[in-house]
């Protein structure tokens, strides 16, 4: 402590004052949020848009909420379980630990990922290979695999374990998981 400087804080003090600040009136997040928006352009499944959003908002919050794709799940909200991975520029991100302001380049989702009405190959390997059971996962899953192959990261069953381990499946769906990354890998390096 500094010379000078009086400290007399007991615990009844501190609890006080915690409560007293927590009456204090406060302005929601949504209205401070209002006045300090950003016109933000991002490129979704290859269109553009541009949105008005709060500049705290996740890139997560903003393909959900704002563009209605809801493919892109929430889980945990800290960047612990993967459900929220989308690809950037091909790699894999966290969509829950991103602000959307601060994306740059092209983000591709579950949505996405499928062409003129033709599932990805990556999809069509998680039917085949029944690697779901609540399908909450799924999509990041999915996602983080296609991610997981380009990288080059799909030799072996322990590879694709260690590459995939920041993709939790509750439902243990993991040897399903691994099969349909195999199955989809020669042709998932191709697109």
């Known amino acids: 402590m500094s010379p000078g400087l009086s400290f007399d ?10 409560i007293l600040a927590s009456m204090a009136p406060t302005e929601p997040a949504s209205a401070a949020g209002r006045d300090s928006a ?3 352009m991002l490129e979704v499944n290859g269109k553009p848009h541009t949105l008005q959003l709060d500049p705290r908002t996740t890139l997560l ?3 959900r909420e704002h563009l209605n794709l809801t493919g892109t799940k929430k889980g945990c909200d ?4 993967g459900a929220c991975t989308v690809l950037v520029n091909g790699e894999r991100v966290l ?18 990922l499928a062409r003129d009405g033709e599932l990805h190959p990556m999809q069509q ?13 799924t999509p990041g899953q999915i996602l983080s695999a296609v991610a997981c192959v ?5 030799g072996s069953d322990n590879e694709i374990r260690e590459y995939m381990s920041g993709n939790l499946c ?16 020669p042709q998932t390096e191709k697109t």
Do not use: W
């Open 38 to 40: 950003l016109n933000i």
């Open 170 to 185: 509750r439902c243990a769906a993991y040897p399903n998981i691994v099969a349909a990354i195999k199955q989809a890998a």
């Open 125 to 137: 390997a998680f039917l085949d290979q029944d690697a779901f059971q609540c399908g909450y996962c």
């Open 150 to 154: 380009r990288e080059g990261h799909a």
């Open 9 to 18: 804080m007991t615990r009844r003090n501190l609890l006080g004052s915690s």
């Open 78 to 81: 800290h960047g612990q379980c």
């Open 61 to 63: 919050d903003a393909l």
């Open 95 to 112: 969509s829950c630990l991103i602000l959307a302001a601060s994306v740059r380049g092209h983000i591709t989702t579950i949505e996405g």
